[in-house]
């Protein structure tokens, strides 16, 4: 017998169970059906009213992937079709009634299970924690509420039940502003004065700041920004020469103007400042010519149907003579003058006119079948008398038995079935007493202190 334990409610239990002799060897079992499956619910006689949701594993639950004496069947916890019977909490026993083991008829109990709460994630069963460490827990929203009074091991200090909490670091980004209540981190700051000790903790907008960090006046600014264009090199004498005409700079022997607009029409030999219109008659040159050229290849397509009918040599003669040689091998040559002489000379109209007529041809036939009927009842002239004579003879030249010898055999085959019917067998041998040997009578039993022997 097997006990489950605890099963998720709404699974798929699969039984195994063994059959076996006295020497613990496998024997195979017959009869095994679903209806073999009973399930009994809390001790109560009342089984489960439906089969619906019982297989058998391997077809036919017997010798399980053909191992003698190893069978099995499965159990579906979620089908209802007997409401209500399967519930968290209840306990099931599994019997089978009945297979037939080495032809005796049995009904043994197979398997035993509770159901327990069907588990959110496959393999992980639901646990409700009522009590830790032996006593009640006190629970809010499902969820436990515990007091700490260690930590790492250390008893904590308690102030009105809260534990006073010293830490030592923060790890960066764990603490969001979000996290502190509105206001709570300007009644921090405003608490006590504030040292800042690096420009790099303070982000000022254009504009805004602090006072103190904007009190330089125009013509500080200007000194320091002519320092520092100093300190870089870049002085009136650099910036003068920057300022100069970049035509001074070139050389005058050296130096070709560049064309104007007129100089570059003369260049690419262009007559006016239009260059869009004569693009534009050139595409249209274009197209006339390209209509042209398909109009000539539409002329020429249609010559190139026309004369791919003609033959490679149109005036070759050998072509009629081979074409009209075939035609006079078909036909053959005519036994006379021509072929349609031949044909002349097969039949004439007179010749056709003498066929006989569908009238003259029934008449005939009737004749001929009235000449067959009578030669059919010319065969059938014999008497009775003269049948029974010749079958008489026929008796008699086989030597068949007369209906007086069969009765003389049969009397004589009676008086032996008569003495035969007397004797007595034992395993086909006829039993029989000896009781004279040459005339002599025969006593005793042929066992021992009674042996065989005259009389």
């Keep these: ?20 002799d006295g020497t613990g060897a496998g024997v195979t079992i017959s009869g095994f059906a679903v209806g073999d499956i009973k399930i009994y619910k809390n001790g109560s006689t009342t089984e489960r009213a439906s089969t619906s949701g019982f297989a058998l594993l391997d077809t036919d639950g017997i010798d399980f992937d053909g191992v003698t004496g190893l069978h099995g069947f499965s159990i579906d916890l979620s089908d209802n079709s007997d409401a209500g019977f399967y519930s968290v909490g ?15 008829a049995i009904t043994p109990l197979i398997a035993t299970f509770r159901i327990v709460a069907a588990e959110a994630v496959a393999g992980k069963p639901k646990v409700d924690v009522d009590a830790f460490g032996g006593s009640a ?14 930590w790492a ?11 006073d909490v010293n830490m030592k670091t923060l790890t960066a980004g764990i603490i969001a502003a979000a996290s502190f209540a509105s206001g709570a981190l300007d009644a921090v700051w405003s608490t006590t004065t504030r040292l800042l000790t690096a420009g790099t903790n303070i982000v000022l907008v254009k504009g805004t700041g602090i006072t103190g960090f904007n009190d330089l006046s125009a013509a500080q ?15 009136t004498i650099v910036t003068g020469r920057i300022d100069a005409a970049v035509s001074t700079r070139l050389a005058a022997s050296a130096y070709t103007a560049p064309l104007d607009a007129a100089g570059v029409r003369g260049a690419v030999g262009m007559a006016a400042a239009n260059m869009d219109t004569q693009l534009s008659n050139i595409a249209n040159s274009v197209a006339s010519t390209g ?10 397509n249609a010559i190139e149907e026309k004369t791919d009918n003609l033959p490679s040599d149109p005036a070759d003669q050998s072509l009629i003579i081979d074409a009209t040689t075939a035609i006079m091998s078909r036909l053959g040559a005519p036994a006379g003058a021509s072929v349609s002489a031949d044909i002349a000379s097969r039949a004439s109209q007179a010749s056709v006119d003498d066929l006989p007529t569908n009238a003259e041809l029934a008449t005939a036939l009737d004749g001929a079948d009235d000449a067959v009927l009578a030669a059919i009842a010319a065969l059938n002239n014999l008497s009775a008398a003269d049948v029974n004579a010749e079958v008489d003879i026929a008796i008699s030249d086989a030597a068949l038995a007369t209906a007086a010898s069969l009765a003389t055999t049969d009397g004589k085959v009676d008086a032996v079935k ?4 007397n004797l007595a067998f034992t395993s086909g041998a006829v039993d029989s007493n000896i009781a004279k040997v040459n005339g002599v009578t025969v006593t005793g ?11």
């Design 90 to 104: 209840a306990q099931y026993w599994v019997i089978l009634n009945t297979i037939t083991l080495s032809g005796v």
């Design 1 to 20: 017998m097997l006990h489950l334990g605890g099963v998720p409610a709404s699974s798929a239990l699969y039984i195994p169970f063994e059959t076996v």
């Design 445 to 455: 039993t042929g066992t021992t202190g009674n042996e065989w022997g005259p009389a």
């Design 221 to 235: 600014v200007n000194a320091e920004a002519d320092t520092a264009l100093a300190d870089v090199g870049v002085t």
């Design 153 to 163: 091991g250390t008893a904590t200090t308690l102030s009105g039940g809260l534990p």
């Design 137 to 150: 827990g006190t629970f809010s929203g499902g969820r436990p509420e515990v007091n700490a009074s260690h």
């Design 291 to 300: 209509a042209g050229v398909t109009n000539v290849q539409t002329t020429v």
């Design 418 to 421: 008569a003495k035969t019917d």
